[in-house]
């Protein structure tokens, strides 16, 4: 089965997703279950302390039993949908894993996607904890249950970080805040073999000066080089951005960056 998914950007940069499976799914939704569970301990004790106090539960319990069964309901559900719309995709579980979901095009889930994959884990969970989400999962190509299906969402894992080992230099911020992976596809085998070790001076000064410069001088700059290189690599489509041609001159240089050092 595939484990990662790819995104073609409008920038034609590549992203790629490792996708969390049946076990991790399964473990941050064990996580999850037993927080559940905690919740529903304390409530189902706080009606047992109450009961003997509160006369009209005794007088009608039917309607106590109904208005439990909804709170569960309210707990079970909210607890999902509101944990992954505030924490950005992430319950408790997901969290403890390193999960998130995102949409299929890698943005940020959007509130509506939240609530139809919420919705939908009545039927996930049929017919006993969740056996039809858990066989979608695991024969799906992107291990979707049907919520993801229909609220067109994926579960990634996310990118590890390594904050407290080394400081970030001003070429690795660049990379971060313009969210591309360490591992590209946006340039061809028959580009490669046609740049030189010019024109990987040119775009490895680029990169590295270009953090350093004022505005004006970015947009010179990038301008300049993209009229250069973009062509060789294959890159140019007529995008008159600056920003989109820098990012496109960044993702060039991550993918080909340990090719060229290795041959220098």
Do not use: C
């Not at 006369?55 to 439990?68: N, Y």
């Amino acid at each position: 089965m595939e484990e990662r998914w790819r995104v073609k950007t409008p920038e034609h940069v590549t992203l790629n997703f490792q996708l969390a499976g049946l076990g991790s799914r399964g473990a941050a939704q064990i996580v999850d279950s037993i927080l559940l569970g905690l919740l529903y301990s304390g409530m189902i004790a706080f009606l047992v302390f109450t009961e003997n106090h509160l006369d009209f539960m005794l007088e009608g319990r039917g309607w106590v039993i109904a208005f439990v069964i909804l709170v569960l309901f309210g707990i079970q559900w909210g607890y999902f949908f509101l944990f992954e719309w505030f924490s950005g995709g992430k319950t408790l579980g997901k969290m403890m894993l390193g999960l998130r979901v995102v949409k299929e095009d890698g943005g940020k889930a959007t509130v509506l996607s939240i609530l139809i994959r919420n919705l939908l884990r009545i039927i996930d969970m049929l017919p006993f904890y969740y056996l039809i989400g858990m066989l979608m999962v695991f024969f799906h190509p992107q291990h979707k249950r049907l919520g993801d299906l229909v609220g067109g969402t994926i579960v990634i894992h996310e990118r590890k970080k390594e904050r407290a080992k080394k400081k970030q230099t001003l070429v690795e911020k660049e990379i971060e805040n313009r969210g591309l992976e360490s591992t590209q596809q946006v340039v061809g085998d028959w580009e490669r073999q046609n740049l030189t070790k010019k024109d990987w001076t040119l775009l490895k000064t680029y990169v590295h000066r270009y953090p350093t410069l004022k505005p004006a001088e970015k947009n010179t700059m990038t301008r300049e080089v993209a009229e250069i290189l973009l062509p060789k690599l294959g890159l140019d489509d007529g995008t008159k951005s600056e920003d989109e041609l820098a990012t496109r001159l960044y993702a060039a240089y991550i993918e080909i960056k340990e090719e060229w050092e290795f041959q220098l």
